[in-house]
């Protein structure tokens, strides 16, 4: 298993557009407001729904003002458990792919503050809200299990999506025999809420049996294929279109009874229904990233090698479903140890079902892990990135295959230099700036999957030699649009200005999900490989012409470039596509690619993104007032399509890193089971104010195994490593070991 | 809904008068806190009254219009004694709410977080109001009377702040929050110092927020800092007598936290309306 596989034949290239820094091609539409989100269509005959939610966490609602709501001008109907017409598919069933129970008015129980209970639509917004204000829900209120300490416990054998959620190697009490050293401690992460930008969405209109959908999406042919479930029809006659997102984050992959009610109303009423989530009504139907709380151990030797780990978390997930924040697993692939064990349980609470946020698990799981390794280093007197470097993989610890690539350890050299780590001195509370600000240097190591889903796409040569090409893609902000496109153009051989980008709907050819940072190279692979596909017809189509100046070069005689093949051994012999489908009669040629990664590596092989995350912090030291100054992260992720998309990226991620370990949470207030802070004034994010001096460094790292592009995914390693390093760095600047995120001013100061 | 946008003085207390209408001034407090309720039957919208807004000199002081915004306090031309204002405008919300929110809103809203309202307390400002009954004047501090609670009487508004002359004052204000910026207060100060010759204080008014149902003055610690000496701040500081401040625990901050904060901060904002720093 541990034989190097064979480099591929002829490892692809990357042509003149991929690697380039290019800006957004949706940066005009953008910023000018021409770009279209779900909530500004407006389609003939609109009605506007608004959906009335529970005020309390557990029980069922005893009475709803229908008459009221009714009789209030302007709307059309409410829709109720009493008169909620029948859907074709169980919302509390799970027979649908990366599907979650949800709340659809399937009956009058409620199991979780916000839950939609009925959906008001009206003629207007307006009249559509203040009819679900009139309702004036009555309850049967039980009492709310909210918090660790009033959850319902339970064993965990499933984690994230599907995996195992325990997972063990080697003898784990001879590691903790052998060491001299054990350090045990515990971390606690709260509730958080995706809060992307752009709320949740949906406008939904019926012809007959067929529904068009303008809505984000992150998973645009499954959600087609669960939308076409949920109403008995042909997923052929589901179109949706998500052109654009604002921000997704996980939370726009799954589907929620919210869209479903949205639908069912639009037929129920046989015209076109929006409905917007207000900011609070985003606080429970469509999910959030799951409170843990870790424990780890971590034994060492004389020499600081670790000799056993040992990672539990308690994640928690709602009472109806399970998502169970993977936090444990951040253990495995990291750091050599002989012994590892990472192992869940679940403790369930009257919330809405947690789901996956930005790197689910990784993210909550590598705070506590870069925490406790830092302990650790502490306590065995060594510095940090030492103490990492020490206990460097060299093959992944869990299962022992080989990296299928990793610069983890140029990150650490590259970042520790820009960040000037060398000198820093190994007792906390040593530095002070020039105002008297407590100063504390801290690190984390970053780790993500580099998964593949399945894409396919299309591609279409045009007569002028310029094409079009297809899959649907979701732009989150993270710019697919841009970099998809890239790839598009590489696979052509052709300018990217000469290439045409559709993408977002189910018009097109299905482009996967945009998660799990996967979605370039899935999406992406398909790309290239539907352009190659057109050049490979292209070159079948000259190199048989005797009127060609390619003939008889033979198919792998010739190169794409800049819409011309071009002879390999002459290079003054050339051709423009144009013109070999003019003599050849075609109008156009169709070419077709699909990304998924060939299961043989996939097997053999075990495939990260890596980085190296430094951070510095300044407190005040009677305040306790905490600011990140500085950031720098180095990070390996294979092929870099576009460095400057991919900065902006790990950019967004490292901030993200610096709101979970100071800014986000969730408050609940444990009497009614509701989440107090369900706003952004409440919620705290940083403000750009809060967002030091950052710097994102691109490591080269030639990964021949990922996939053929040699890609892998910026979008979530960010936040892993950053939370740890800044939570580090406030110890170093203050002595004090904060085990609760997010970290407060009055931690700090031991109140 | 009834929406009225009187320009003159006199036709907004006519329409004050003739039946129950909330005043409206930036909305920056009174749309958030409608949440998902209706709007109130009728708004008065005070920002088209060209009188109502602006800053100017008086007799004695300084006359500063209801709807000057926070904007508007950040660009006027004002002596230092208005440096504490001037940071505190600075900190309301971000520069969209500044642009919007006015001065008399924060007060008349009356948050115990109201960040303009412990600098306006150092700078003895008070309030005028109009209405059927006519005008009146009263302080600041007998105007807020509680969490959301004021003077302000049936068909009243208030028209503007006034501000004494205080020569050779300074202010200084510090707000600490849970974030750099666009943050509800764990707790602010405020200070205006007015010094003796002898580089001493001759008077000290301080004033904190967020920590108590109204934001207040300190009148013990004010006595024991007058004829104080710079070196001597610390120490006053340090005895003061804070029992008059109720703070609570919230999610932004424990009672305890912010009782050691505001100590804490008030060394540094008496230090800073001195001038001896910063
Ligand atoms: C995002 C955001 C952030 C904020 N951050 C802060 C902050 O950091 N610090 C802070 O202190 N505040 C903050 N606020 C609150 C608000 O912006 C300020 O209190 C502002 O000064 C209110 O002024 P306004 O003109 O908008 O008041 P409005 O909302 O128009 O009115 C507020 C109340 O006062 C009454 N009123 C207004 N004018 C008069 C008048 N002349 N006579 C009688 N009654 C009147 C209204 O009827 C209403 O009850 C924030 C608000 C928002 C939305």
Redesign the pocket.
């Known amino acids: 298993m541990n034989e190097p596989l064979p480099y591929p034949a002829a490892p692809v290239r990357h042509g003149s557009n991929s690697g380039q820094p290019m800006t957004r091609r949706d940066g005009r539409l953008k910023v000018t407001g021409a770009a279209t989100y779900a909530a500004d269509t407006h389609p003939e005959g609109l009605l506007h729904a608004a959906l009335a939610v529970s005020s309390i966490a557990r029980g069922r609602v005893s009475f709803l003002d229908v008459e009221a709501a009714k009789a209030h001008p302007g709307v059309v109907e409410v829709i109720t458990p009493q008169n909620r017409p029948a859907l074709a598919h169980d919302p509390d069933s799970k027979t649908l792919p990366f599907s979650f129970r949800m709340d659809a008015l399937q009956n009058d129980r409620v199991r979780y503050a916000g839950q939609p209970i009925a959906v008001v639509v009206a003629e207007t917004l307006e009249a559509a809200t203040e009819g679900a204000r009139l309702l004036a829900p009555r309850y049967e209120a039980e009492a709310a299990r909210i918090g660790f300490g009033n959850g319902l416990p339970e064993p965990a054998p499933m984690v994230g999506v599907g995996a195992p959620g325990r997972a063990e190697t080697g003898d784990l009490e001879a590691g903790f025999a052998a060491a001299s050293q054990i350090v045990e401690t515990g971390y606690e992460t709260p509730a958080q809420y995706h809060n992307a930008m752009e709320p949740h969405a949906i406008v939904a209109a019926w012809d007959g049996d067929h529904l068009s959908i303008d809505m984000p999406n992150q998973a645009i042919a499954m959600s087609q294929a669960s939308f076409a479930a949920f109403f008995g029809i042909p997923v052929q006659n589901v179109s949706l279109r998500s052109p654009f997102l604002g921000g997704g984050f996980g939370s726009k992959a799954i589907l929620a009874g919210p869209q479903v009610l949205c639908i069912l109303a639009a037929r129920m009423l046989g015209r076109p229904v929006k409905l917007v989530l207000t900011r609070a009504q985003m606080y429970g139907p469509v999910g959030h990233r799951g409170a843990t709380r870790q424990t780890l151990r971590l034994g060492t030797d004389a020499q600081g090698r670790l000799t056993a780990l040992e990672h539990h978390a308690v994640s928690e997930t709602s009472t109806f479903d399970d998502f169970i924040e993977p936090a444990a697993n951040a253990s495995l692939n990291l750091y050599a140890s002989p012994a590892i064990l990472a192992r869940h349980d679940a403790m369930r609470m009257d919330t809405g079902t947690p789901g996956p946020m930005r790197a689910p698990g990784e993210a909550s799981g590598s705070a506590a892990l870069e925490c406790a390794m830092d302990e650790a280093a502490q306590a065995a007197g060594l510095d940090p990135l030492t103490f990492r470097l020490i206990n460097y993989a060299e093959t992944d610890p869990i299962s022992g295959k080989p990296y299928s690539a990793k610069e983890l350890r140029a990150c650490y050299m590259r970042g520790a230099e820009s960040f000037g780590w060398a000198g820093r001195p190994l007792a906390p509370r040593q530095m002070r700036d020039e105002n008297g600000l407590l100063t504390g240097w801290g690190m984390g190591s970053a780790l993500f999957p580099a998964p593949m889903f399945q894409a396919e796409a299309r591609a279409v040569l045009r007569a002028d030699g310029s094409a079009l090409v297809e899959t649907s893609g979701a732009d989150m902000g993270q710019g697919a649009w841009t970099a998809l496109a890239q790839l598009a153009a590489d696979g052509l051989g052709l300018d990217i200005d000469q290439v045409e980008f559709r993408s977002g709907s189910t018009d097109q050819p299905d482009g996967g999900i945009a998660g799990g940072s996967g979605h370039t190279a899935t999406a992406g692979g398909a790309l290239h490989a539907a352009g190659r596909d057109v050049v490979a017809r292209l070159t079948e189509l000259a190199t048989a012409d005797p009127e060609s100046p390619l003939f008889g070069a033979g198919n792998s005689g010739v190169t794409a470039r800049d819409g011309r093949l071009v002879r390999n051994d002459d290079e003054s012999r050339s051709e423009a596509y144009a013109d070999i489908l003019a003599r050849a009669g075609l109008e156009a040629l169709e070419g077709t690619g699909r990304g998924a990664r060939d299961p043989a590596n996939a097997e053999a092989r075990a495939m990260f993104s890596h980085g190296a995350v430094f951070a510095e912090v300044k407190v005040d030291p009677e305040l306790g007032q905490i600011r990140v100054s500085r950031m720098v992260g180095a990070f390996a992720a294979g092929r870099i399509v576009n460095p400057r998309l991919a900065r902006s990226q790990l950019y967004g991620g490292m901030i993200w890193g610096l709101s979970f370990a100071l800014h986000e949470e969730a408050v609940h207030d444990l009497r009614s089971g509701r989440v107090m802070n369900a706003d952004l004034?409440g919620y705290h994010v940083p403000v750009n104010a809060d967002t030091p001096a950052m710097e994102a460094l691109l490591i080269d790292e030639d990964d021949r195994f990922v996939n053929d592009l040699g890609i892998k995914g910026v979008g979530e390693i960010g936040i892993t490593g950053s939370v740890g390093a800044i939570a580090n760095a406030i110890w170093h600047a203050t002595g004090v070991r904060v085990r609760r995120f997010p970290i407060r001013i009055e931690d700090v100061l031991g109140l | 809904m009834l929406f009225h946008r009187p320009e003159t003085l006199e036709n907004a207390i006519g329409i004050m008068q003739a039946g129950p209408v909330?005043?409206?001034?930036?909305?920056?407090?009174?749309?958030?806190?409608l949440r998902d309720g209706p709007p109130p039957a009728a708004l008065i919208d005070?920002s088209r009254i060209a009188g109502?807004r602006g800053i100017t000199r008086e007799d004695g002081g300084w006359r500063i219009g209801?709807?000057t915004?926070?904007t508007d306090i950040v660009r006027a031309d004002l002596p230092a004694l208005f440096d504490g204002l001037r940071a505190?405008a600075r900190?309301?919300?971000?520069v969209q709410?500044q642009n919007?929110?006015?001065?008399?809103?924060?007060i008349?809203?009356a948050?115990p977080?109201?960040?303009?309202?412990p600098a306006l307390l150092t700078l003895d400002a008070e309030v005028s109001?109009a209405g059927p009954g006519g005008s009146r004047r009263l302080p600041l501090g007998d105007f807020i009377t509680g969490v959301r609670r004021?003077a302000?009487g049936e068909g009243?508004?208030?028209?503007a702040l006034h501000v004494p002359d205080a020569p050779g004052g300074r202010g200084a204000f510090v707000?600490l929050?849970a974030r750099r910026y666009?943050?509800?207060?764990i707790a602010m100060v405020s200070a205006v110092v007015i010094p003796a010759q002898d580089g001493t204080i001759g008077e000290a008014r301080i004033a904190v927020g967020a920590c108590s149902a109204v934001a207040r003055r300190l009148p013990g610690l004010e006595a024991a800092l007058a004829g104080c000496a710079p070196e001597g701040i610390a120490t006053v500081v340090a005895a003061a007598d804070l029992s008059a401040l109720t703070p609570i625990d919230d999610v932004r901050g424990s009672a305890g936290y912010r009782l050691d904060a505001v100590r804490e901060i008030l060394g540094r904002v008496i230090v800073a309306a001195l001038g001896r720093e910063g």
Do not use: F, Q
Request: aromatic residues 4%; charged residues 10%.
């Open positions: 004034a | 909330r005043p409206l001034a930036g909305g920056t407090d009174l749309y958030p806190g005070l109502l209801a709807t915004t926070w505190a900190e309301v919300g971000s709410i919007a929110g006015t001065v008399a809103g924060n008349c809203n948050s977080a109201a960040d303009g309202v109001l004021t302000l009243e508004i208030v028209t707000k929050g666009l943050v509800i207060s």
